[in-house]
């Protein structure tokens, strides 16, 4: 009798498996025994396990991203003409749309989003007001970094503003409305003279202009003609500046509404290309993006980087997946969630992805 219960205990301990042998990735880190390769360490995330696999997925999604062309796929019966050219085909690229929230502008994620716009990498941003004015901000003053447990009342007796563990002292913003008020004066004076109607877009564009910063994102996106969508523009130091002007020369109209036709144009019309996603973040900028791509029945490629839960039912904290339920993404899209705080994440995803074809591109050239 005791014997028999112990072949049933054995059984249940030692129950037999499944071969998986072949069918997925195999755990296996870097081995240092080889030197330091870094392609080689980013490209073993895949099969580190945890976020590091998911980061190694990211990896894979946006390569794939990129190097898709309309030529990978079949020719339909429906195609117009030019549509049907091998030479038109090979050329359509997927549109990529991204977005990220004011803190990675505030951080030094910033260069690696200017890179992107310089090269001409990314065919959308949307952000934050945030976003906007510190890429403006740093071309007039530095950030510093500080401490995340520095006290705020002593920080505001002294004049200093925290972002996490960086600081940014309040005369940065004293000399960026020095700068955008004058600005603001002369878009007033084309408002009235000119007719020229005003939009978030449209305005970014123009601060990109004037900033004339190669340092600057905006600079590069207003010189490539990468359109910046900021929903939320009075949200931030920009609005402040709105504000005040409204009371020195009231009439600045900026029209939030032609924007929205803009942005939601951009996947609409985006066809026959494929469209993907790049979020840093989650808030206004993930669902400004994703709510766009409903307008096309999804997404063809999804990747988050943050740090959110979706326990509390935030649309920051969600999973692909629940995009999918709303035809935000496509149930055929490659999609992944990195958790994982962007500034880690996103210089290792770009230099894995962006940078790696870009330099492949130029030595084809070379």
């Not at 080689?40 to 990896?59: C, D, H, I, P």
């Not at 004011?102 to 001409?120: A, C, K, M, P, Q």
């Not at 970014?204 to 929903?231: D, H, M, Q, T």
Request: net charge negative; charged share 25%.
């Amino acid at each position: 009798m005791e014997d028999k219960r112990i072949d049933s205990v054995h059984s249940t301990v030692f129950k037999e498996s499944v071969s998986l042998e072949g069918k997925t990735t195999k755990i296996e880190g870097y081995d240092f025994n080889q030197g330091v390769d870094y392609s080689k360490l980013l490209k073993s995330m895949l099969s580190t396990g945890f976020q590091a696999s998911n980061l190694g997925e990211a990896m894979e999604i946006v390569n794939e991203m990129l190097d898709w062309r309309l030529s990978d796929e079949t020719i339909t019966e429906d195609c117009s003409e030019e549509e049907k050219d091998p030479d038109y085909r090979e050329s359509v690229r997927c549109k990529v749309f991204l977005g990220f929230t004011s803190n990675l502008i505030s951080s030094g994620v910033r260069d690696t989003v200017r890179y992107l716009t310089e090269h001409h990498m990314v065919d959308v941003i949307v952000t934050t007001t945030g976003g906007i004015e510190e890429d403006l901000i740093k071309c007039l003053a530095p950030t510093y970094k500080g401490d995340f447990s520095l006290p705020g009342a002593e920080l505001r007796s002294r004049g200093l503003n925290r972002i996490g563990n960086l600081l940014v002292p309040n005369d940065n913003y004293c000399k960026f409305e020095d700068w955008i008020i004058p600005i603001f004066d002369q878009m007033l004076k084309e408002q009235l003279e000119e007719n020229v109607l005003w939009t978030p877009s449209k305005l970014i564009a123009r601060l990109g202009k004037e900033i004339n910063n190669e340092s600057s994102y905006i600079y590069w996106a207003y010189k490539n003609k990468i359109p910046v969508f900021c929903p939320g523009l009075t949200d931030g130091s920009l609005g402040d500046m709105l504000y005040f002007h409204s009371f020195r020369c009231p009439g600045l109209v900026i029209d939030v509404v032609q924007d929205i036709r803009a942005m939601n144009g951009e996947a609409v019309h985006a066809s026959p290309r494929r469209t993907g996603m790049i979020i840093l973040g989650g808030g206004l900028p993930k669902h400004h993006i994703c709510n766009a791509n409903m307008m096309r029945n999804g997404a063809d490629y999804a990747v988050y980087i943050n740090t959110a839960q979706e326990f509390d039912g935030s649309d920051s904290g969600a999973r692909p997946d629940e995009a999918v339920s709303w035809g935000k993404i496509r149930g055929s899209a490659k999609t992944v969630k990195v958790h994982c705080d962007a500034t880690i994440a996103f210089p290792l995803l770009v230099a894995e992805t962006f940078t790696s074809r870009w330099k492949k591109s130029v030595n084809i050239k070379a």
